[in-house]
């Protein structure tokens, strides 16, 4: 699975962004698929995850309320909705996949994606 992320930017406190992670390869169905990002000097976070069939989806709780993961699977992309941006958001985003529930939010991911770069302005 081959997975690119699009949709960063530049953008104000308060504005909203959408990130594309459109995978190719093989179809996304049975993956869990997620988000993770890389702020400046900082490790690698997780932000969000969604099982294949959208109805079990997990938060980091710094973006809980702001952040919506979603799918499409007929078009094999994954996004996520963020509004109310904050400038600690501001990070390199990545989209990963795996083949078993519950093992992004750990890390365990068989496939990253390049990252895109979202910075917010204060």
């Known amino acids: 699975v081959q997975l690119q992320a699009s949709g960063g930017g530049s953008v104000q406190a308060g504005g909203s962004l959408r990130l594309s992670c459109a995978a190719s390869g093989r179809t996304l169905a049975g993956y869990e698929m997620g988000w993770f990002r890389q702020a400046p000097g900082k490790e690698r976070e997780f932000v969000a995850a969604?099982?294949?069939?959208?109805?079990?989806?997990s938060y980091a709780d710094s973006v809980k309320g702001r952040f919506t993961i979603s799918r499409d699977n007929a078009k094999n992309t994954v996004y996520l909705q963020m509004n109310g941006l904050k400038a600690e958001d501001t990070a390199v985003y990545f989209c990963?996949?795996?083949?078993?529930?519950?093992?992004?939010?750990?890390?365990?991911?068989?496939?990253w994606g390049k990252g895109t770069l979202v910075t917010v302005s204060s």
């Open positions: 969604s099982w294949w069939t959208g109805t079990s989806t």
């Open positions: 990963a996949a795996s083949a078993f529930l519950g093992t992004v939010v750990t890390g365990q991911v068989d496939y």
